[in-house]
């Protein structure tokens, strides 16, 4: 575990205050897994105490010599799926008038850079509030697919390429995530290039291919995938065998991730920071990448 005086802060979306407060939490969460009493740790009025013995995810230093925030800030114009409404917020206090600022929002689960829970396409499938904390921190492997993305934005994932990346890096590590890294997000400020929606209504940008979530799923141990596109499936899917596949397995995964291109390809540590809201299907969600 790192000390947060050795912490450096290289790339944007975090000052060092931030940082900082941020590590501290990283330290409390690590003192609260090894049972050790902290302030956050003891249970509140809303907060009942749980009697279940908190969870031991495997040991594992984190590098964190740089934090990346992979995260797009949402806006009305952010792109999002045909037919939804753009989030909106709705002032209810100035700091002039009230003495403090806050707005109400609108907002889709799926909105901007979002977690998919195993809900949202298995019937019963956990909900946000009920995936396991451990799972959102998580060794982090990178997959570059732009080269075949270039002349095709229907590509996809291979087993091959999972393959191909194993003999450059070592076998993906346990309990990892697995990133596609498409070049997508520098789209997201044009919906309808990020959308890539032909003559037709249909959707063209990279995913996963079911053969390689099949295998992820199967012959690998991964709590995640992340996309810098709209889904895991590629967008002419009418089907969405990959949400089906991943999501029917218990397991989570985040769309519209940013800045994929600027994380090693192996050797990161990523940090999902989901909403909590009780029985969503995903939520808008903050996503960090560590490493040194
Ligand atoms: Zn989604």
Redesign the pocket.
């Known amino acids: 575990m790192c000390a947060p005086s050795v912490l450096h802060v290289a790339l944007a979306g975090m000052n060092r205050r931030e940082a900082l407060h941020f590590a501290v939490g990283v330290m409390a969460g690590a003192l609260a897994s090894t049972g050790e009493k902290t302030a956050a740790a003891r249970p509140t009025e809303e907060t009942p105490p749980d009697p279940r013995p908190i969870p031991r995810p495997p040991q594992r230093a984190i590098a964190a010599d740089t934090i990346l925030d992979l995260t797009h800030t949402l806006t009305p114009t952010f792109p999002i799926w045909p037919g939804n409404k753009p989030i909106a917020l709705t002032n209810t206090s100035t700091f002039a008038q009230h003495g403090f600022y806050a707005n109400r929002w609108d907002v889709g689960e799926?909105h901007g850079t979002?977690l998919?829970a195993p809900a949202?396409c298995s019937a019963d499938g956990a909900t946000v509030e009920a995936i396991e904390p451990a799972s959102f921190i998580a060794p982090l492997a990178v997959i570059d697919l732009r080269e075949r993305v270039k002349n095709n934005p229907d590509a996809a994932v291979t087993v091959d390429d999972l393959t191909t990346w194993e003999k450059r890096h070592g076998r993906l590590p346990k309990g990892c995530a697995v990133a596609l890294y498409s070049g997508w997000d520098q789209h997201a400020g044009d919906a309808k290039a990020f959308l890539g929606t032909d003559a037709t209504g249909t959707l063209h940008f990279p995913g996963f291919s079911q053969d390689a979530a099949a295998f992820l799923r199967d012959e690998r141990d991964v709590v995640g995938l992340l996309v810098d596109t709209l889904?895991i499936d590629i967008g002419a899917t009418q089907e969405f065998p990959v949400h089906k596949l991943w999501l029917g397995a218990g397991k989570w995964c985040v769309?519209c991730v940013a800045h994929l291109g600027r994380v090693p390809p192996s050797g990161a540590t990523v940090f999902v920071g989901t909403p909590k809201v009780k029985s969503a299907s995903?939520g808008p969600t903050r996503v960090l990448a560590l490493w040194s």
């Open positions: 799926h979002h998919d949202h889904s769309e995903g």
